[in-house]
């Protein structure tokens, strides 16, 4: 790919993250008990709202870091797209858990926008990219991802229920830290 076009995406990346309103997510009408047997459950309005959207952006992380494993030759950017795949697979499960407990959906039902999250044409580009190509794509657009992901997590750091406080904190802590590496990766 040519540098003008990486920069391209990586600017579009960055402009898409800065435009959201810095909230972990947009809702059209939101209610905030987005299931009416949350609150007969350990897990709160906020913490079911918070596994409806964090697991369908782990999804994401975990689909591009599996677009790493057949597309870079970096043995770091494997290593740290191994490493977010094998995180981020649990915590999925575990968030699916929540949502059965509270006899909640696994969507929302209603619009809503996620921080970090890669657009279908960011997709189709790290889709259709290789190599270092690739590597800079990924890296770029996997900080961007762990960014939302930090934002959205911090809505449960406060919950009631120690299992979301705990996973919310992990997410934070587990995901500053990967940007720092996912940054130093970049500037390589």
């Known amino acids: 790919m040519k540098k003008s076009r990486l920069l391209s995406v990586i600017a579009a990346l960055s402009l898409s993250t800065l435009t959201l309103s810095g909230c972990a997510m ?3 009408g939101m209610d905030m008990s987005s299931s009416e047997s949350a609150e007969n459950s350990a897990f709160s309005g906020m913490d079911v709202m918070f596994a409806q959207m964090m697991i369908p952006h782990h999804q994401q992380a975990v689909e591009m870091s599996t677009l790493a494993e057949s597309r870079s030759l970096n043995p770091e950017v494997l290593a740290i797209a191994a490493k977010i795949k094998a995180e981020q697979e649990p915590e999925i499960d575990q968030m699916r858990g929540w949502l059965e407990a509270a006899g909640a959906k696994d969507a929302m039902g209603h619009s809503m926008g996620m921080d970090g999250m890669l657009s279908d044409s960011d997709m189709a580009a790290l889709e259709s990219s290789r190599g270092a ?4 794509l990924f890296l770029a657009g996997m900080i961007l991802h762990h960014q939302g992901a930090i934002e959205m997590a911090d ?3 406060n919950s009631k229920n120690a299992e979301a406080a ?3 904190a992990d997410i934070i802590r587990t995901q500053t830290s990967e940007i720092a590496e996912l940054q130093a ?4």
Do not use: A, I, W
Request: net charge negative; aromatic share 6%.
């Open 26 to 28: 947009q809702m059209d």
């Open 133 to 136: 190509e690739f590597d800079q």
């Open 166 to 168: 705990k996973l919310g």
């Open 155 to 157: 809505m449960v750091v």
């Open 185 to 188: 990766l970049l500037t390589k």
